[in-house]
């Protein structure tokens, strides 16, 4: 009777092959979290203002000067004499609703031109880093 026992050799190539098959696991492994990383990375970029800021800064500008125009639109309700109301409330008026939609629309007001005055510094770099390197 034969007896099927494995050869050194056939022990050998064997050890081998699970050697190449752990080495190309651990590679295979590395490669999926440096790609983990760099989505985190990218992601987290992409979550930031600036990262959206630094790469379109003039399609930021219109889109800021658009927003302002929509909510100061909105907020007016189209009409100049409501914003001529709305000038002369006075602090000892009995009702709050109006001081506190003249005080939303400067809070909009203040939160527009930071955002403008923002992005054109940006765009202010940008172009200044432009001329620098044409130089």
């Known amino acids: 009777?034969?007896?099927?026992?494995?050869?050194s050799r056939?022990?050998?190539e064997l050890k081998a092959r699970k050697i190449a098959l752990k080495q190309e696991?651990?590679?295979?492994?590395?490669?999926?979290?440096?790609?983990l990383k760099e989505v985190r990375h990218s992601m987290a970029?992409?979550?930031r203002f600036r990262y959206w800021v630094d790469r379109y800064p003039l399609h930021l500008v219109g889109t800021a000067l658009l927003?302002?125009?929509?909510?100061?639109r909105k907020g007016r309700g189209g009409s100049t004499k409501k914003v001529a109301?709305?000038?002369?409330?006075?602090?000892?008026?009995?009702?709050?609703?109006s001081f506190s939609s003249l005080f939303?629309?400067?809070?909009?007001?203040l939160a527009t031109q930071r955002a403008v005055r923002y992005v054109m510094q940006r765009v202010e770099q940008a172009l200044e880093e432009r001329s620098k390197k044409a130089e």
């Open 1 to 7: 009777m034969e007896k099927n026992h494995p050869s």
């Open 10 to 12: 056939d022990m050998k």
């Open 25 to 35: 696991m651990e590679q295979i492994q590395d490669q999926i979290e440096s790609s």
């Open 45 to 47: 970029d992409r979550v």
């Open 67 to 72: 927003a302002g125009f929509i909510l100061a």
């Open 85 to 97: 109301q709305e000038a002369e409330v006075t602090v000892t008026e009995s009702s709050g609703s």
């Open 104 to 109: 939303m629309q400067e809070l909009k007001t």
